[in-house]
């Protein structure tokens, strides 16, 4: 036991000398509107990147279409995704990972991921369980927002695959919603809203490491070895209606290989699209 092991040397890991988050823009800064592709790459090769660890750092101000401010108008609980309707992630050029209509995917998969006390830390990136007064803490009087949301709320790869990245060009693609009625809430059906998004950044970690660190992981990429990623991917599939009767089939399609569902999560809702 280490307990009664007096005589061993005390172990320090200088594996990792610096830790720094980087920041990247989309390849066009203004295509931020309703239906734009917004395409972030992350090209240098060179550098080690801990994608698990990034967050998204949006900017934006939610009013009314008129572009007045909106006074009964509030964000739902992880309103902020549902200004998205797709995100993948990309690795050279190929996608690993993708969530279609990431609002309600993320918001039905964290409901049942963080408890009270994990969500308190997470009001920032718009996750309010248990809260109708979001809108309060979040957006300022003149309708002003900025959220950091981390990419392991939104998307199965990044919670699950912990190491870095080396050696590969990243892409972070999302698809804006074609508008914004499902991220809101509102006290007046007159007010229609409009949320625009003034920047958005994806902030990776650069991870450096010491000399002997480098030199493994530099014979591992010589060695062109395939590096498994393992994760557990997300995947919503919608029954727009039920039927009034008392029993209901629904067939589903699933795979027996790989890709077999390990959960799954049954969740109605009614009276809430657009």
């Known amino acids: 036991m280490d307990l009664l092991n007096v005589t061993s040397e005390p172990f320090s890991d200088n594996s990792v000398e610096d830790y720094q988050f980087h920041t990247y823009q989309p390849y066009i800064l203004g295509n931020l509107n309703y239906n734009d592709e917004i395409r972030i790459p992350i090209q240098d090769l060179d550098t080690f990147t801990a994608p ?34 797709e995100l993948r992630y990309e690795l050279n050029g190929i996608v690993v990972d993708s969530v279609r209509n990431v609002g309600l995917v993320s918001t039905i998969k964290n409901y049942l991921s963080y408890n009270e006390n994990e969500s308190v830390l997470l009001q920032n990136a718009g996750w309010f369980p248990n809260k109708s007064s979001n809108q309060k803490i979040l957006v300022d009087a003149s309708g002003n927002f900025n959220v950091c949301i981390p990419l392991k709320l939104l998307m199965g790869f990044f919670e699950d695959f912990h190491k870095v990245i080396i050696n590969m060009k990243q892409e972070l693609v999302l698809i804006r919603s074609s508008n914004d009625n499902d991220a809101i809430t ?5 007010e229609i809203p409009k949320i625009d998004i003034q920047k958005l950044y994806w902030k990776v970690p650069h991870v450096t490491v010491s000399i002997q660190e480098q030199l493994r992981l530099n014979k591992t990429i010589n060695k062109n070895v395939e590096l498994p990623i393992k994760f557990s991917c997300w995947e919503l599939i919608e029954y727009p ?8 089939t629904w067939p589903v399609k699933t795979t027996t290989k790989v890709e077999t569902p390990r959960h799954v999560i049954v969740a109605f809702q009614n009276d809430r699209k657009k």
């Open 186 to 190: 509102s006290l007046d059906d007159t």
């Open 52 to 85: 698990c660890n990034s967050y998204l750092y949006i900017e934006g101000k939610l009013m009314k279409s008129d572009g007045t401010v909106a006074t009964k108008l509030q964000f739902i609980n992880n309103g902020i995704a549902f200004l998205f309707r």
């Open 241 to 248: 209606s039920l039927s009034s009767t008392t029993r209901h």
